[in-house]
């Protein structure tokens, strides 16, 4: 019951289920996202910047000739972060105008996570404290 309404109910109503490889209790995990900012919006990292597919109303890129209900997918209620940040650089062509790179902490008092290859995907929790989340510039070398 700590998550947004909206997975609370494709959940309880058993039109989902996470992944076999969903964890609940884990270790903090230090990832990579991209939030969306223009080159002069330094603001701080908010929950705001941690809005999944379903809550922006967007579709994921499905790969041509493949039809899928992304609605099924656990995935597309989650949150999008990367273990490298070079994958964040490479998928949202950085350096991009209207991006900026975010790292912090994914961690099991925020919501469970499911990595897969270098992808992090993290059901975030009501309320979750993002605040451990920072903005970093293209020549840090995080």
């Known amino acids: 019951m700590k998550f947004p309404v909206a997975l609370q109910e494709k959940l309880l109503n058993r039109e989902i289920e996470f992944p076999d490889t969903t964890r609940f209790t884990y270790e903090r995990i230090l990832t990579y996202r991209a939030v969306a900012r223009n080159s002069d919006d330094n603001r701080e990292v908010t929950l705001e910047d941690f809005k999944s597919y379903y809550e922006l109303k967007k579709t994921p890129k499905i790969p041509r ?78």
């Open 65 to 142: 000739g493949m039809k899928k209900d992304v609605t099924m997918d656990p995935h597309y209620y989650g949150v999008s972060s990367f273990l490298k940040k070079e994958i964040v650089e490479q998928k949202m062509k950085f350096p991009n105008p209207k991006k900026k790179m975010a790292v912090g902490y994914v961690y099991c008092e925020g919501g469970p996570e499911d990595t897969n290859d270098q992808h992090v995907c993290w059901w975030l929790y009501e309320g979750t404290d993002v605040s451990g989340f920072r903005l970093i510039g293209e020549s840090n070398n995080e």
